[in-house]
C-alpha cells in the first residue's frame, strides 16, 4: 500500500495550543513564516485539512507566490496542489472559501457524509469558472490508510503536506503514518483550556522524535522531526526526501536553457543544517552548474563536509567540456561522503556519462530517490524530448 509522503505543519503557543476560543483565527506565526509556508505548499502535491479547520477558520489554502506558482506550471504541474479536506459528517458549509479557490478539490467523507455532501451541492464538475471537487466515501468509518492509498494511486499525490487541525495531526501521528513534522513554536501564551490543542491523547507510535533541522524565523522556532518507530529504527529516511525535493524546487527555479540540464542542489551537514544550495545558470553564469554553484559558497577547509550529503536533483555530472573539473569530481574534493539524487543522466549531452560510478569509486555512497524523479525531469522535458 504506497502512501505519499507525509509532512505535518503546525504552529503552536509555548502552552501547546492551536488557536485561542476567539472567533477570529489566532496568528501564532509571523510574516516570514506565512512564506515559508508558502514556498512548502508549492512543493507539494496536496495540502490537507481537517473539517473543523474549514468551519473555524475558512481558509483558501492557496500558494500565494505568483513566483511560485509560474514556477510550477512551468515544471509542469497544475498552478496548486490538490485541496482535501476530511469530513465524516459531510456537513460543510457549500460556501467555504476552501470550495471556491485554488484548483481541483477532494473531500474524503464516510458513506453517510457522501450522501450529506452531495445534498448540500458539494460534489461539482469542472467548468469554466472553476475546477471540479470530488467527493469520495470510504465506507462507514472514515480509514487513514485508504485515505492515503487513494491519494497516491487514483490522484497521483507523493508529497502531501498536513495543515491541521489537531484532531487531523493527533490522528496520523498515533497511527505512524506521518514522515515528518514542521512545527513552529510561537511566543505567545493561550492559557484557555477549552482551545484547540495541537496533540490530544492516544496512542503514539512515534517514539523519541528525531530533531532534523531548527531555525530562527524572526520570533517564532521552526523545528523540523521525523517520528521514529520504537523497534524498528528510524522511518524511512525523511531528512532525504525532504532536502531533495527542495532540490528539486530549486531545478525549477533555473533560468530555462535549450543547452543544459535544469537542476538544484543543497548541501546539508549531517546535523540537518543547511550548508549552502544552488541552481544551474546561478546569478547570471550561463555554465555554473547546480552543485558546483552549492559548493563554491562553502569554505573548502570549513568543518563539517565530511559528514554532509549534497542533494542534487540530477546525477552529478562525470564529464563537461565547459569546466575543467566535473561536479562528482567537486565533490569528491570537497569531502563529502553522500549524494542523494533523483535520476541518473541521460545521454543528451554527453554519453555515457556515469556521475555516481565515479563518486562510487571515490567512496562515495550514492542514492537515488526515484520517487523525486518526475518532479526532477519536469523543468527539462524539452530537452528529453528532443531525442
Ligand atoms: N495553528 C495552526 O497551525 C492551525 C492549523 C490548522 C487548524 N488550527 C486550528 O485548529 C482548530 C480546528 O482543529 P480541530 O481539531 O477542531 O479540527 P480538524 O482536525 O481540522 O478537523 C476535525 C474534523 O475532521 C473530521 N475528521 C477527522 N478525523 C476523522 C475521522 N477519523 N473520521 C471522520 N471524520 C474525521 C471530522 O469532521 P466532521 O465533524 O465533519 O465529521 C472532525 O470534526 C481551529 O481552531 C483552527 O484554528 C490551527
Ligand atoms: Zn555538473
Redesign the pocket.
Known sequence: MPHPYVLLS???SLDGY??DTGPE?LL?SSPADFDRVDEVRASVDAIL?????VR??NPRLLVNSPERRAARTAAGLPEYPLKVT????G?LDPAARFWHTGGEKILYT?DKGAERARALGLATEATDAADATDVVPLGA??DWRRLLTHLHDVRGVRRLMV??????HT?LLTQGLADELQLVLAPIFVGDPEA?RLFGPGGYQSGRLRLLETRRIEDVVLMRYEPTAPGTGPLPAAADHHWLALACELAAQCPPSDTAFSVGAVVVAADGTELARGHSREGGDPLVHAEEAALAKLDPAGPGLAGATVYSSLEPCARRASRPAPCARLILDAGVRRVVTAWREPDTFVAGADGSGVLAAGGVEVLVLPEHEERAKAPNRHLLRRR
Open positions: 503546525a504552529a503552536v492551536l488557536d483565527r501564532l485539512i481537517g473539517a473543523g479547520t473555524a477558520d476530511v469530513s465524516g459528517s456537513d464516510t468509518d472514515l495543515e491541521g487541525g489537531g484532531l487531523i490522528q484547540p
